[in-house]
């Protein structure tokens, strides 16, 4: 037996209710079931789920971040210069330069860079509480939520670099033109391309909800088919290093920016609010039963 | 254990066979910079490595037999001499670079540090190993003979991967 | 595909048929989503690296500009394209991770050790690969860019590529000692050994920051090619070792049972 893990009689106590084939229990949820045992709590037959859901334990106010966080990130988004008329990758050196160096912009690149640096990790709370969801899929593995987590962590990160460059690119405005292009170039490819982790969220949540097959399942099929459709709305961003070629894939082109961005804010928005609607449904069911 | 000696075996002998190619190119530079070795360092440095072989198989050999306390100082003997290795090749590595004889010096002196720098990482991998043969002995609850081998098996391919290295390198002219 | 014993519908014929059932039916569906994942995307990246972008075997840090400038152009479409197509792909590392994950999960080692090596690998991905790809499709845009900048875009691809070093080192050892320790057998030892020596492929690629030419230089013998044959054993050994451990995988805590037929040769 793994060293702290429940005996099989805890782990049936722990169990949720359901047909015996598709009640597996996940490892991670044994480890925190026998580790909250262990510290006193009790595992009293009314909580439904794996994980006892306190009043205050602070899942809403992680849901209520994204509203806040939509509007930081979308006041940065208007604030940033080079977004609202997205910047075309066929402007040349000097043209680029121009545009960090104009007085009306600098400001306005910097300070929006720093907001979303501070803010890029922002979607990671509600990113969590939809992995915390797929564990309660019904699934015998792990493993999707582990794949969804996985990709959690390298999108921000990604995100975080493009940031870097174009605060680098802004930071000595008086630099060599082709520097100034060369950062912006690093910026705009990084932020444009790296889907890769996006697309990985959705097909990963996609495949857990086609997955999980009860009576009441976690999240509805139809949401599985819009995370697929936001997952192959971002794909042709990839291809931005042929941007100067075909318009449609240019870093300001229809597919690389608009179609990709604005999939990734309807992703948001919808997500959001299944996601909430999951919370407040389970949450009433179990103030219902404690009641 | 095996497959290790086999991983590594393989491992090792593609370095030592580009190692070779490398030296049948430029032949002059090789004979000129190994003359720059003090071959005394590689001779001492043998002979302790093949001497703390001799007396990890006494332990191995101790061990078979029962002999537990034995072979704890078999062990012991064996770990003492695997430090002199160490304090012996971070003392000539110390003189080589004050004489200016660097990693980047020239392509003979890169393989020089390059081998003799993977051999002193795999020796202290080698004190880890010791450690937990030493872990086996100590209590009868455990004394798994496999370990035991295994441990002394890692040992041995150390110390003959090291007698390679003194050929190659200090020797072979 | 193994049989599922007492899974109880026989499994009909042909591949479309055959797909479907293990979709409704196959308790295992998820493990070998993962591996199927792994498969792909290893012979992606084998086929846009070496085929598509033809940055693998790289190219010559010792060349002079207008030869680098020379590589770019040549590579001006496969470099955007092959790239593009990791760029997407890239989420299949996490399965891939999650795979190896939940093996170490399955031994009886502390979950530590898996949660250690997800974590070190889901990160590696960013500086080991796609900086190195975002800096190459960033420097086949421009043919018309100073080749000096150009220079700099193909340092920092390649030695972004090698310097990850450091994150395979420690997490191939952690997967080492993981199944030194493991009692539940899910992989043979010998396996260890060759996590052994994937890590001192990692510890042998540090002198390609010294070097811009001979073996030592990011396309040595040393540091690339006896690195990739190590790197390809070691990848095919642990894809097989994996479909093996999913083949035996009973969900169960304890030692993980042996495939029906070497239970018969042993028995």
């Known amino acids: 037996m793994p060293a702290g893990a429940p005996d099989s009689a805890m782990i049936r106590r722990l169990a949720r209710p359901g047909p015996p084939e598709v009640c597996e229990i996940h490892y991670f949820v044994i480890i925190l079931g026998a580790g909250r045992a262990a510290a006193g709590h009790d595992t009293a037959p009314q909580s439904r789920g794996p994980l006892r859901m306190d009043k205050t334990d602070g899942e809403l106010i992680l849901l209520w971040s994204v509203p806040g966080l939509l509007a930081i990130w979308g006041a940065c988004f208007l604030l940033f210069p080079g977004f609202v008329?997205?910047?075309?990758?066929?402007?040349?050196?000097?043209?680029?330069?121009?545009?960090?160096?104009?007085?009306?912009?600098?400001?306005?690149?910097?300070?929006?860079?720093?907001?979303?640096?501070?803010?890029?990790?922002?979607?990671?709370?509600?990113?969590?509480?939809?992995?915390?969801?797929?564990?309660?899929?019904?699934?015998?593995?792990?493993?999707?939520?582990?794949?969804?987590?996985?990709?959690?962590?390298?999108?921000?990160?990604?995100?975080?670099?493009?940031?870097?460059?174009?605060?680098?690119?802004?930071?000595?405005?008086?630099?060599?033109?082709?520097?100034?292009?060369?950062?912006?170039?690093?910026?705009?490819?990084?932020?444009?391309?790296?889907?890769?982790?996006?697309?990985?969220?959705?097909?990963?949540?996609?495949?857990?909800?086609?997955?999980?097959?009860?009576?009441?399942?976690?999240?509805?099929?139809?949401?599985?088919?819009?995370?697929?459709?936001?997952?192959?709305?971002?794909?042709?961003?990839?291809?931005?290093?042929?941007?100067?070629?075909?318009?449609?894939?240019?870093?300001?082109?229809?597919l690389a920016f608009w179609v990709k961005n604005l999939a990734i804010a309807a992703w948001i928005a919808v997500m959001g609010l299944v996601l909430g609607q999951a919370i407040y449904t389970r949450r009433r069911a179990e103030a219902g039963l404690t009641a | 254990m095996w497959a290790l000696v086999l991983f590594e075996g393989m491992l090792f002998t593609l370095y030592f066979a580009v190692y070779m190619v490398c030296r049948v190119q430029s032949p002059e530079l090789f004979l000129d910079s190994q003359a720059l070795l003090d071959p005394r360092w590689g001779v001492l440095n043998t002979l302790v490595m093949l001497t703390s072989s001799w007396s990890i198989a006494r332990c191995v050999q101790a061990s078979r037999e029962g002999a537990y306390e034995q072979a704890l100082r078999n062990l012991a003997l064996t770990f003492f001499f695997g430090l002199v290795f160490v304090v012996l090749k971070v003392a000539e590595w110390s003189a080589e670079i004050r004489q200016g004889l660097t990693f980047t010096t020239n392509e003979f002196f890169s393989f020089y540090y390059f081998l003799t720098a993977i051999h002193f990482i795999h020796l202290l991998v080698g004190f880890a190993v010791l450690g937990i043969v030493a872990y086996q002995l100590r209590s009868p609850a455990r004394r798994s003979q496999q370990i035991v081998e295994t441990g002394a098996t890692y040992w041995h391919l150390v110390d003959f991967l090291w007698v390679i290295i003194f050929a190659l390198l200090y020797v072979m002219r | 595909m193994s049989a599922i014993t007492g899974a109880g519908s026989a499994r009909p014929g042909g591949l479309l048929e055959r797909i479907a059932w293990h979709w409704r039916h196959d308790p295992k569906l998820e493990l070998w989503l993962a591996l199927a994942a792994m498969v792909l995307f290893y012979n992606l990246y084998g086929i846009v690296f070496f085929l598509v972008a033809n940055a693998q075997p790289p190219p010559d840090p010792a060349w002079e500009l207008p030869r680098v400038q020379q590589w770019f152009n040549d590579n001006h479409y496969g470099l955007p394209i092959g790239f593009g197509i990791i760029f997407i792909v890239t989420?299949?590392?996490?399965?891939?991770?999650?795979?190896?994950?939940?093996?170490?999960?399955?031994?009886?080692?502390?979950?530590?050790?898996?949660?250690?090596?997800?974590?070190?690998?889901?990160?590696?991905?960013?500086?080991?690969?796609?900086?190195?790809?975002?800096?190459?499709?960033?420097?086949?845009?421009?043919?018309?860019?100073?080749?000096?900048?150009?220079?700099?875009?193909?340092?920092?691809?390649?030695?972004?590529?090698?310097?990850?070093?450091?994150?395979?080192?420690?997490?191939?050892?952690?997967?080492?000692?993981?199944?030194?320790?493991?009692?539940?057998?899910?992989?043979?030892k010998w396996f260890a050994y060759l996590n052994l020596c994937n890590a001192m492929t990692e510890v042998v690629v540090a002198p390609a920051w010294l070097f811009t030419d001979g073996v030592f230089a990011w396309d040595g013998a040393i540091t690339w090619w006896i690195d990739m044959i190590v790197f390809v054993v070691y990848t095919g050994c642990f894809i097989t070792l994996l479909r093996q451990m999913i083949l035996r995988e009973d969900f169960g805590s304890g030692p993980l049972p042996e495939l029906p037929a070497a239970q018969a040769a042993t028995s």
């Open chain 3, 91 to 188: 989420f299949l590392t996490a399965a891939c991770n999650a795979l190896i994950a939940y093996s170490m999960r399955r031994m009886s080692v502390s979950p530590a050790f898996a949660y250690a090596y997800f974590i070190i690998y889901s990160f590696s991905a960013i500086p080991g690969m796609l900086l190195t790809c975002i800096a190459l499709v960033v420097g086949a845009m421009r043919p018309d860019r100073d080749p000096e900048l150009i220079l700099w875009l193909y340092d920092l691809a390649f030695m972004a590529f090698d310097g990850t070093m450091g994150v395979f080192l420690v997490g191939t050892t952690i997967w080492m000692v993981a199944i030194l320790l493991d009692k539940n057998r899910v992989f043979p």
């Open chain 1, 85 to 254: 008329q997205p910047m075309s990758p066929a402007l040349t050196a000097d043209e680029v330069a121009a545009f960090y160096r104009d007085p009306d912009n600098l400001a306005r690149i910097r300070y929006s860079m720093i907001l979303f640096n501070w803010f890029s990790v922002g979607l990671v709370p509600i990113l969590a509480l939809i992995a915390m969801h797929m564990r309660r899929m019904a699934h015998r593995t792990p493993i999707l939520s582990y794949s969804f987590l996985g990709c959690v962590a390298g999108a921000p990160t990604l995100f975080l670099l493009a940031n870097l460059f174009w605060l680098l690119a802004a930071y000595r405005p008086e630099r060599d033109p082709a520097l100034i292009q060369m950062f912006n170039d690093m910026a705009w490819v990084t932020f444009t391309s790296q889907v890769g982790f996006l697309v990985g969220q959705g097909v990963f949540l996609a495949l857990a909800i086609y997955l999980d097959r009860q009576a009441r399942p976690v999240f509805r099929p139809w949401v599985g088919h819009f995370n697929l459709a936001v997952a192959a709305a971002l794909l042709p961003a990839a291809f931005v290093g042929l941007g100067l070629e075909y318009e449609a894939l240019a870093w300001n082109g229809l």
